[in-house]
């Protein structure tokens, strides 16, 4: 194994099979967060599993504060994955921020994507002048401040936030070891990095075909900015929005969200 | 024209002149008059996985937006368009001068690249691609464009050259060592475009120094050079590998055949290779193999194929056992080794991947060779390599520097003793090289700043403000090796300043700069939003670091450290011993905490580092345990990484903990210590990674060791703790009723997961309660009354106990617990504070400070268990007619009632404690608390904070009894002492003094007098919220 897959945790499932799934996870969880969903794609696809640098199970001497200061160096290690298992063409499953990485990565290398699947996606989580992405500046420096102050009650306070719903719930306690694992801060400069971005203007450069599926109540991505990248994506795209609570539907209602996400790997949006 | 354009083509390579006639027709489609540069590096940039481009990509191996060649693409063709077109349609548009000359520079450049030995009739030498795009991008036009779209051509050349030498098979210069990453896409990449530098570095090229992971690194590359062996054996053609290299190729070889006799190799023909080592099996003497080879061959072949390991191939030109004859050394080894040579090419001819007889075993050839070795062969057997089918394989040398033992590093045999040699050696030097590059990424201002011109302009000025005090700051003298070091890898602006030999003073600086660049970045987000937005399209990150900066720096600086006989590792004396880890790049964006970490390493881990270290040189130098080395240093920096982050949370806890109980110093900076340890995971008990923490305060200081709870509670998780007590009549909450302690503790675990808890008086419980706690100690989990069982999450556990150990009780026998009720009953009462002046009386009292250093003297004569034993009405009585000196003569009269429970209930208590020390992680008495010092504290605090609003000439007086309220709300209060005389007393000394403006003068006497109020004063609030005011007529 490279040092690119052992770097990145890479997991190769269902190998016989012809078509490759990658499936990539967000903020503050790693590949586990699809622990419901690979069962189902391991009889028909290849799915490869990774964790993004920077998460709790990776090698924090690996972070490099620099290149992890915007998405695209996300962008490039996931195509160094690509690369390195010699894939030609996947579906791509981001969650999160990752459905933004998989954005990008796909400008550089379209032949890589033969679609992306974006799950609980936004180009910018700051509010515009015209735009909505649910934060505003104030909202941003706070949540930043009370990371740097103390991580531990951070995290506490921050998975039920996230999840929609209460500490006791599986899927909070579930996000909140996968996002304490996190070293605090590279934690900060990950999230950071992904509130500081705005990739609107790179929207209209995506043109391989985007699914967004979003949670109808998501505290991280109104619904309104599904629409947004649907309208500014280059390529064609659908949004199908679900009735789940939170912004990690598939770790919190996979019953609703995995029969969701299969379709919409399955299937192409028509021409 | 048309004739001079072929004659040009001539001297180009196929792939060159093919870039060329694209170019040509480029120009011609947009009917330009001339083929120009520019016209070249536009076709060069447009093949998507070109090496130009690819190139750009590396030159910026920070931050390269996926966006920014297309930027270059898109200058490029701007640029083409501002070019004039000709009047009539130009078929092949002829070369402009300035195309001319940069074919000619690379023509001349390529020429200069080539051997001594190699060098050949100038129409012979074919420019390549690589020597175009560097004269390309040599020429001014190109620079322009490519500025513009924010790349530095230099970088981007110095990129290619790397390259270069790294990637030419056979290297043009023996002597040269591969630098850089390989990028040159004929060669098979060691890692892909897209990769994280980071892990590049650890990847193993020559260029990076292992920051930690040498040993897996080592491992991995090698893996990676196996890996590209076997791909070699298996194909039909140039199936031989021959892998060139210093010091590595013999272990990779070993490598690969252990891997053949393990059967780990399931690849179709390599399935049941047998693998026979030349050397093994004819020594030294090669004279015989001629005539046994043939047979050897012939005999084991069979069906399953053989590969002939022919070693070190350097007896094939060199053969020392010839030396003492007549004849020219040379010759020699042409005849003897001719036949050799001769031979094995026949047997190849039978056997080999073309004999193509499907039903016999195939045979390889497998070799490894230095760079020299095999250029020899090259010119002592000009066919070998067609004839034995050979592949060269390039192996990175691991060490950067790997013509330092030349003489070793041929002879296989040592081969490993060698490496391990190299990593040792080499180690620190790696270390202090890589952390001195990064140093400089770091303090590279153009790099971390992405403001708009404005405020670049503020940025800069401040900058130039900041260096110049440091300036002033620095001492002149240069005085360590790695401060040399560090200062020969800085950037210019930096190396004017001076290098102090601890590097504390850039770090401080570097510091300083990272804050200001912060600074100005954040300021401009702010006010200039708009450029940032484009800027994110058109992002510009020129890395002012070029490749060949370290590169460059990189021999001469290890030169310096592998031949300084002081070597680290050498000799491991503390200081040198300590080097390393001084040397240890810091994580970046944490600089801030480098200085502490620095002085913490120091200490903490040099004798863990240094007394391995000295057990096991010994055995290093003989090359047994190579990676002991290496790995520990690796273990040793994941501590320091823990450290660094810690170290600064540390110093906060601290800080909090003994503001908000300050007569507690020394237990507070225990907890401070144990908080600190748990995080670390390395306490006592937590090895098994458990998030819970037993912490026992012991001690009389009943109020102390809560107050205490509550600031850990406050800084850890920003709550207050959730409070069980199990002392007697303390119980008395409704909501309590049906719950046990242990529901109650669950609960509290359950509804915050990363509370604190403070079990008050856990030495008073009853015996099943005690032992539920244990059991919980003991196991991580805890079971409710219901059987329900939980984690215990993080939660931090502290148990009040009041049982004082011996040792501390002989030194003061406390009392506190009375003072403690007392103090309670005091403040508990309801009062108020009031600032009253008023003109002093003829009759001179002393100061108060005198006073009750006399009183103090006075209690300890007597006995110091009395002291607090005053009585209310005759304190207030003595008053109003105080004799001189004397107003605590009540002490004397008044009879105590001394509070003997405690005593009587230790046996018991103690036992439990010690039961209870045996389970909990840590534990921490709290010192008795000392009332007469803790009175002082607070008076001479007040006198101070008094003199400083109003000076020295009026006094304050403060009142025994306001004193001791004072001194009750603090214990036992919530509010921080601190945090009252800022928030009150201060406020009103300033409103007194604005009252008395106009009336000051000495014979003022402001005194700070206490009355009861109605209103009793809440739970956590027993310091008045104000103080009033009253100033009597003068």
């Known amino acids: 194994m490279g040092i690119v897959e052992t770097a990145h945790n890479v997991k190769v499932l269902g190998s016989g099979n012809p078509q490759t799934v990658v499936l990539a996870h967000g903020f503050g969880t790693d590949q586990s967060v ?76 379209p032949d890589l994507f033969s679609k992306i699947v974006m799950l609980g996606a936004s180009p910018r989580y700051l509010n515009a002048s015209d735009y909505f992405g649910g934060f505003e500046q104030e909202d941003l420096e706070q949540l930043f401040e009370a990371m740097r102050e103390n991580y531990k009650a951070w995290c506490s306070g921050f998975a039920p936030m996230v999840v929609g719903g209460d500490m006791e719930s599986v899927a909070v306690q579930e996000f909140s070891r996968t996002l304490f694992n996190m070293r605090p801060d590279i934690a900060l400069c990950v999230l950071q990095t992904i509130f500081n971005s705005d990739m609107r203007s790179i929207l209209g450069m995506v043109t391989v075909p985007c699914h967004i599926l979003q949670s109808m109540k998501d505290l991280a991505v109104p619904v309104v900015v599904s629409e947004h990248l649907h309208q500014h994506l280059g390529g064609i795209s659908i949004v199908e929005v679900m009735s789940s609570d939170g912004h990690l539907p598939q770790l919190s209602s996979p019953d609703i969200v995995i029969p969701v996400l299969l379709r919409h790997i399955r299937y192409d949006i028509e021409a | 024209m048309r004739a001079g354009l072929s004659t040009i083509q001539q001297t180009l390579t196929p792939e060159a002149a093919g870039v060329l006639n694209l170019s040509i027709a480029e120009a011609a489609r947009r009917n330009h008059g001339q083929t120009t540069p520019l016209h070249v590096a536009a076709t060069l940039l447009s093949a998507p996985s ?60 390529q020429r200069r690249g080539c051997p001594e030995q190699q060098q050949q009739p100038l129409l012979a030498v074919k420019v390549e691609l690589e020597q175009l795009i560097i004269s390309i991008l040599d020429d001014p036009s190109v620079s322009r464009v490519m500025r513009e779209a924010s790349f530095s051509s230099p970088a981007v050349k110095a990129t290619i050259e790397q390259s270069l030498n790294s990637a030419t098979q056979p290297p043009p210069r023996p002597s040269s060592t591969p630098l850089g990453v390989a990028i040159r896409p004929s060669i098979p990449p060691t890692g892909n475009l897209y990769l994280n530098p980071r892990l590049q570095q ?48 013999g272990a990779v070889v070993r490598d690969l055949v252990k891997k053949m006799e393990g059967k780990e190799l399931n690849d179709g023909a390599l399935k049941n290779v047998h693998v026979i080592s030349l050397e093994k099996e004819f020594g030294s003497d090669k004279s015989s193999m001629l005539t046994r080879l043939k047979d050897l061959v012939e005999t084991q072949i069979g069906t399953r194929g053989i590969i002939l390991n022919f070693g070190d191939l350097k007896w094939l030109v060199e053969q020392p056992w010839v030396s003492g004859q007549a004849l020219p050394k040379q010759q020699v080894v042409s005849e003897v080794t001719r036949v050799v040579v001769a031979e094995v090419a026949k047997l190849l001819r039978l056997f080999g991947s073309e004999a193509g007889n499907g039903s016999s075993g195939r045979l390889w050839l497998i070799g490894t060779a230095t760079c020299e070795t095999y250029l020899r062969c090259q010119v ?18 691991q060490s950067p520097l790997p013509g330092l033992f030349p003489r070793l590093g041929t002879t296989g045999v ?103 660049q912060k600074k100005w970045n954040e300021t401009c987000l702010g006010s200039h939003p708009q450029f940032h937005r484009q800027h994110i399209v058109g992002s510009e990150r020129i890395n002012p670091t070029p490749f060949c900066m370290t590169g460059l720096y990189k021999p001469n600086l290890l030169l310096k450290q592998s031949l300084d006989p002081k070597s680290p590792l050498l000799k491991p004396t503390p200081t040198t011993q300590s080097q390393p880890t001084l040397q240890i790049p810091s994580p970046p964006r944490s600089p801030v905490q480098t200085d502490l970490v620095l002085g913490q390493t120091k200490t903490v881990t040099k004798p ?186 993080n939660v931090t556990f502290i148990l009040t106990a009041n049982w004082v150990p011996d040792t501390v009780k002989l030194v003061t026998k406390s009392d506190s617990s009375f003072a403690e009720e007392k103090l309670a009953g005091l403040a508990q009462e309801g009062w108020q504070l009031k600032l009253s002046a008023s003109k002093q009386t003829s009759k001179r009292r002393p100061s108060w400070l005198h006073s009750i250093n006399t009183a103090v003297k006075l209690r300890k004569e007597m006995d110091s268990s009395n002291s607090l034993g005053f009585d209310l009405n005759e304190a207030a009585d003595y008053l109003d007619n105080r004799p001189d000196g004397s107003h605590n003569s009540s002490d004397l009269t008044v009879e105590h009632e001394y509070d003997h429970g405690l005593d009587n209930r230790l046996p018991a208590a103690s036992l439990v404690y ?55 709300g603090v214990w036992l209060g919530r509010t921080g002492w601190e945090e009252w005389t800022e928030s009150v007393l201060i406020p009103s000394f300033d409103q007194l003094k604005e009252q008395l403006l106009t009336k000051q003068d000495e014979s003022m006497v402001v005194r700070l007098e206490c009355s009861r109020s109605p209103d009793p004063c809440g739970y956590g609030e027993w310091l008045p919220r104000q103080v009033e005011l009253a100033i009597d007529e003068l």
């Open chain 1, 34 to 109: 699809w622990k419901h969903l690979v069962p189902h794609l391991v009889e028909h696809y290849r799915v490869v599993l990774y964790d993004n640098m920077g998460a709790g199970t990776t090698n924090p001497e690996y972070f490099d504060f620099d290149r992890y200061s915007s998405l695209e160096g996300y962008a490039y290690d996931l195509l160094s994955i690509l690369e390195e298992l010699q894939i030609e063409s996947c579906i791509f499953v981001g969650h999160s921020v990752s459905a933004m990485i998989g954005a990008v990565a796909s400008i550089t290398r």
């Open chain 2, 50 to 109: 070109g090496f130009l481009r690819q190139a750009c990509i590396k030159s910026h191996p920070n931050s390269s937006h996926p966006l920014q060649c297309r930027a270059l693409e898109l200058c490029f063709s701007v640029a083409l368009e501002r070019l004039p077109t000709a009047q009539d349609a130009v078929l092949e548009p002829p070369m402009s001068n300035a195309l001319m000359a940069a074919l000619k520079r690379a023509q001349a450049h």
């Open chain 2, 202 to 249: 650890q990847q193993g090229s020559a260029v990076s120094g292992g920051t930690a992971a040498s040993g897996p690194r080592t491992v991995h590359q090698r893996r990676d050079d196996v890996k590209k062996v076997v791909e070699i054996l298996l194909r039909p053609r140039k199936s031989n590998p021959v892998l060139v290299g210093e010091s590595e190729p």
């Open chain 2, 380 to 397: 002592y057997h000009p066919s070998m390599e067609a004839d034995w089918d050979l592949q060269a394989v390039p192996v990175a040398a």
């Open chain 2, 414 to 516: 040592l081969g490993s003793s060698v490496e391990s040699v190299f990593t040792l050696k080499n180690f620190p030097a790696a270390i202090s090289s890589s952390s001195s590059s990064r140093l400089a990424e770091h303090l590279d201002p153009a790099q971390k700043i992405k403001c708009c011109p404005l405020c670049t302009q503020g940025y800069e000025q401040e900058l130039r403000k900041l260096k110049a005090t440091d300036w002033e700051k620095s001492s002149p003298e240069v005085k360590s090796n790695a401060a040399v070091r560090v200062r020969s890898s800085l950037p210019q602006w930096l190396q004017n300043a001076k290098v102090n030999p601890d590097q504390g003073e850039e770090v401080v600086l570097n510091q300083n700069i990272q804050e200001l």
């Open chain 2, 608 to 793: 863990a580092l240094e007394k391995p270290a000295q057990k096991e040189d010994s055995r290093d130098f003989l090359g047994c345990t190579a990676q002991g080395q290496p790995k520990r240093i690796y273990e040793f920096q994941c501590e320091k990484l823990m450290s660094i982050s810690d170290t600064d949370s540390f110093k906060k806890l601290l800080k909090k903990l003994k503001e908000s109980v300050w007569w507690q110093q020394d237990a507070a900076s225990s907890l401070a210590t144990i908080m600190n340890q748990s995080k670390l995971g390395n306490s006592i008990r937590n090895a098994d990674s458990r998030g819970d923490l037993w912490i026992l305060f012991g001690g009389p200081d009943r109020a102390g060791k809560k107050k205490m709870g509550y600031a850990l509670s406050e800084l850890v998780c920003r709550s207050p703790p959730i409070i069980i007590s199990f002392g007697s009549g303390r119980n008395t909450d409704l909501s309590f009723r049906g719950k046990t302690a242990l529901d109650r503790i669950a609960e509290g675990v359950r509804r915050n997961p990363f509370s604190v808890i403070i079990l008050e008086d856990v030495d008073e419980a009853d015996m099943l309660v005690r032992g539920g706690i244990r059991r919980a100690m003991e196991r991580g989990r805890m079971a409710d009354s219901h059987g329900r069982e939980i984690s215990l999450g």
């Open chain 2, 914 to 968: 010690h039961e209870l020390l045996c389970h909990v992680h840590d534990s921490i008495i709290f010192k008795p608390v000392d009332i007469e010092s803790l009175q002082e504290t607070i008076t001479s605090s007040i006198s101070t904070k008094f003199s400083s609003v109003f000076g020295d000439r009026i006094t304050i007086d403060i009142q025994e009894e306001a004193l001791e309220r004072i001194l009750g």
